[in-house]
């Protein structure tokens, strides 16, 4: 079974909105691993407009099930991940400001100094996962930087997906596949929901991991989280 990640980072939104403490973010880590989740993602920006650094340290003591960071690896961020040592970072090449993340590495031209910061990163025990679209020599580049696993930018897939498109998958498969030959792990996310997590399962070998934050929440408005939750988790069976 593909394992479900809940990216938190609305949930902050959400409380920063009112300022205070409402929704407590640490009871819904907390109440989302209860209900199923088998891993909490956050995605911290230097503005901090959502998960604030603090949160990170906080979360620490409260995810008992796979504690995943993204994030672009600037000085302010590197030093958070090494000290909250969470099970895995994912390097995410989003520019200062963005509103969410847009595209995935070049890992040929980034190659050396994705290499550095992975290195930095296994040192410490951190597994490293790179945002990558899903084109054969990115890939390929990926592997040469020593990474544990690249996490497929899935936007194009859920775009194509909901105009009818079920062969906007093929590229997917594609880098799937040849992932599976490198000895790459292979995560996915952006823009998946309860309409596509199911056909996109099916046709990914070796999908290890879907984190899962915008929709999941705007779902959960409608269904409830605890219903939402368990209705990923059967559909990633």
């Known amino acids: 079974m593909t394992k479900l990640s809940v990216n938190i980072n609305k949930i902050a939104t959400l409380r920063n909105a009112r300022g205070g403490n409402v929704p407590d ?12 989740a088998e891993g909490i993602t956050i995605h911290p920006r230097p503005d901090e407009r959502h998960i604030r650094y603090q949160d990170a340290r906080d979360l620490k003591s409260i995810v008992y099930t796979e504690y995943n960071i993204e994030g672009n690896p600037q000085h302010n961020f590197i030093d958070l991940v090494l000290e909250c040592k969470p099970d ?4 995410v090449p989003d520019a200062i400001g963005a509103i969410t993340s ?6 040929v031209k980034n190659q050396a100094y994705l290499t550095e910061m ?3 990163f296994q040192r410490n025990g951190i597994r490293t996962s790179i945002f990558v679209d899903p084109v054969l020599e990115i890939i390929e580049g990926a592997k040469k930087t020593g990474a544990d696993r690249i996490e497929l930018y899935t936007e194009a897939f859920a775009h194509q997906y909901s105009l009818g498109n079920k062969s906007g998958i093929d590229p997917y498969v594609k880098s799937a596949i040849l992932a599976n030959e490198l000895g790459l792990g292979i995560n996915a996310g952006h823009d998946l929901s309860l ?3 199911q056909f996109f399962k ?3 070998p070796g999908l ?3 984190s899962i934050g915008h929709a999941l929440i705007c779902e959960s408005l409608y269904l409830g989280l605890e219903n939402v939750v368990s209705m ?6």
């Open 202 to 204: 099916q046709n990914i």
């Open 118 to 120: 992975i290195q930095e």
């Open 232 to 237: 990923y988790l059967q559909k990633l069976k």
């Open 25 to 36: 973010l640490l009871k819904v880590a907390t109440d989302i691993q209860k209900f199923g």
């Open 195 to 197: 309409d596509n997590i």
């Open 208 to 210: 290890l991991e879907v």
């Open 88 to 91: 895995q970072v994912t390097l």
């Open 102 to 107: 847009s595209a995935g590495w070049d890992t």
